[in-house]
């Protein structure tokens, strides 16, 4: 079985892998009992669940599952649930019970996915870092795909859920399996390590994220450390060249390391983009080479390096990853480019934020707008702990120094964009989306280059969505 990253229903490969592995582990009769569930209405399954289901299990469907279509979280909750209530041994005589997925049931999908993953001979790699898990991630998927069958993650499913699902996707055929990992605190990247059993593992960044509940960014680098401390005698190591917070971490004389960026083993020599796509020159493990990437952002092309070499470290020819670079599909709301109403362009980058991603897409901004109006919409960077207003100053300057000349900010702690965007010509402030829309319309004139960008809470999409099938008034 091969995958790519985009899949426009990250739900149907992730459930039907999960009653696959679940059939081959010898729970057959249970897939009887699903298909019989899902064939009768699903309308009355899912208003049961929605009304007993706890904010926290429609959260993590959320962020597993990518959307929020209530009946198609609900229906694979459901079917989750039941898989799981069959694996536990709590199955009802004769049929699996329907439950709302819980603690237990976290436990047992994680016990699935360890037994499909014992199973298999595909080599595992895990991406962790503070920015761009998912698009490192799916530059790997499209480099491995063009050359063994590869299961990459589906969008951002990385935590105790999504990355069981993944890896429930493995067949006997598979070769390479690729899977993302997320974490909220100390330990969380070792339990699923202890499921994936990776044999390779990139670190991508080290950055200030999830402050509020690690305090310091030197826990954060121990957290994503994690994942190197788990690989096992043999394994690899991709981090990014001269990241000091990880250099505790890299003293096993077991591991192979390889280090990416500026005076590591794969470094950037050149970067052009056109037209929605990058010609890039690299040096990688002593040679040259010069490949085409279907994405134009200069952060993408660090990705690029640390998926190269991955690649390499999985044994695949660098001499061929040009067959792969030209079929990279990047996951939903992460620098999508679209073409305005009134003919200007809309940077949808708003999946997510924190101040190093934040950087990077002011910086994409400054070089794709070339000579448009340069607007910017920023939302609020989540989780920073004590010193969030500082970070968000800091970014009003980038905004000032990547010569935005229109920055809305949407949400309580935005306001402090404006206080450090010194020079900015015209700076709006709404304390909700709805407000920030309304805002941006105010300012918007065809023709403007625009980038939406804010943490996952805000869900400044909405905006996107918006902007993009109205045109702005002359």
């Known amino acids: 079985m091969s995958s790519t990253a985009a899949s426009p229903a990250p739900t149907v490969a992730a459930l039907a892998g999960l009653v696959s592995a679940a059939a081959a582990l010898g729970v057959g009769e249970l897939v009887a009992g699903i298909d019989s569930r899902l064939a009768s209405p699903v309308e009355a399954v899912a208003r049961e669940v929605i009304d007993r289901a706890p904010r926290p299990v429609e959260r993590f469907a959320i962020e597993t599952f990518g959307t929020n279509d209530k009946l198609a979280l609900v229906v694979g909750t459901v079917v989750v649930a039941a898989v799981l209530g069959a694996v536990l041994g709590v199955a009802?005589?004769?049929?699996?019970?329907?439950?709302?997925?819980?603690?237990?049931?976290?436990?047992?999908?994680?016990?699935?996915?360890?037994?499909?993953?014992?199973?298999?001979?595909?080599?595992?790699?895990?991406?962790?870092?503070?920015?761009?898990?998912?698009?490192?991630?799916?530059?790997?998927?499209?480099?491995?795909?063009?050359?063994?069958?590869t299961v990459v993650a589906e969008g951002s499913q990385n935590n105790e859920i999504g990355l069981p699902?993944?890896?429930?996707?493995?067949?006997?055929?598979?070769?390479?399996?690729?899977?993302?990992?997320?974490?909220?605190?100390?330990?969380?990247?070792?339990?699923?390590?202890?499921?994936?059993?990776?044999d390779v593992g990139i670190v991508t960044s080290v950055g200030p994220v999830h402050l509020e509940l690690l305090g310091t960014v030197e826990r954060v680098a121990q957290a994503k450390a994690e994942l190197i401390q788990s690989l096992p005698p043999g394994g690899t190591a991709v981090v990014p060249a001269g990241e000091a917070y990880l250099d505790p971490y890299l003293g096993r004389d077991d591991l192979q390391v390889f280090r990416f960026g500026d005076g590591g083993d794969v470094s950037l020599s050149h970067f052009a983009a056109r037209d929605g796509s990058a010609r890039i020159r690299v040096e990688a493990f002593g040679r040259p080479l010069t490949l085409e990437f279907s994405f134009s952002s200069r952060y993408n092309a660090t990705n690029a390096l640390a998926a190269l070499a991955a690649y390499h470290a999985l044994g695949l020819p660098l001499g061929k990853a040009q067959k792969g670079a030209r079929r990279v599909t990047l996951?939903?709301?992460?620098?999508?480019?679209?073409?305005?109403?009134?003919?200007?362009?809309?940077?949808?980058?708003?999946?997510?934020?924190?101040?190093?991603?934040?950087?990077?897409?002011?910086?994409?901004?400054?070089?794709?707008?070339?000579?448009?109006?340069?607007?910017?919409?920023?939302?609020?960077?989540?989780?920073?702990?004590?010193?969030?207003?500082?970070?968000?100053?800091?970014?009003?300057?980038?905004?000032?120094?990547?010569?935005?000349?229109?920055?809305?900010?949407?949400?309580?702690?935005?306001?402090?964009?404006?206080?450090?965007?010194?020079?900015?010509?015209?700076?709006?402030?709404?304390?909700?989306?709805?407000?920030?829309?309304?805002?941006?319309?105010?300012?918007?004139?065809?023709?403007?280059?625009?980038?939406?960008?804010?943490?996952?809470?805000?869900?400044?999409?909405?905006?996107?969505?918006?902007?993009?099938?109205?045109?702005?008034?002359?």
Not at 122 to 133: H, Q
Not at 169 to 194: D, K, N, P, S, Y
Not at 454 to 463: D, K, T, W
């Open 331 to 474: 996951s939903r709301l992460r620098g999508e480019e679209l073409r305005l109403p009134g003919g200007g362009i809309l940077l949808n980058d708003c999946y997510n934020a924190n101040p190093l991603s934040m950087a990077a897409a002011l910086e994409h901004l400054d070089d794709r707008a070339a000579g448009q109006r340069k607007v910017a919409v920023l939302g609020d960077m989540a989780e920073l702990g004590p010193g969030a207003p500082v970070y968000h100053r800091e970014i009003g300057a980038a905004a000032a120094r990547a010569g935005v000349e229109v920055l809305v900010a949407v949400g309580p702690l935005a306001r402090n964009y404006l206080d450090g965007a010194r020079g900015v010509p015209v700076k709006r402030w709404a304390p909700t989306v709805e407000q920030g829309l309304a805002a941006l319309r105010s300012v918007l004139r065809p023709g403007d280059f625009m980038l939406v960008k804010g943490s996952r809470a805000m869900g400044l999409e909405v905006i996107a969505e918006a902007v993009a099938v109205v045109p702005a008034r002359a």
């Open 165 to 198: 699902l993944t890896l429930c996707r493995l067949e006997e055929e598979t070769e390479i399996a690729i899977v993302e990992m997320g974490m909220r605190g100390l330990g969380q990247i070792t339990e699923l390590c202890e499921i994936a059993r990776p």
């Open 92 to 149: 009802a005589r004769g049929r699996p019970r329907v439950a709302v997925l819980g603690l237990g049931g976290f436990a047992a999908l994680g016990a699935l996915a360890r037994a499909v993953r014992g199973r298999s001979r595909a080599r595992v790699v895990a991406v962790t870092g503070s920015t761009a898990k998912t698009s490192t991630k799916d530059i790997l998927g499209a480099l491995c795909s063009a050359h063994a069958a």
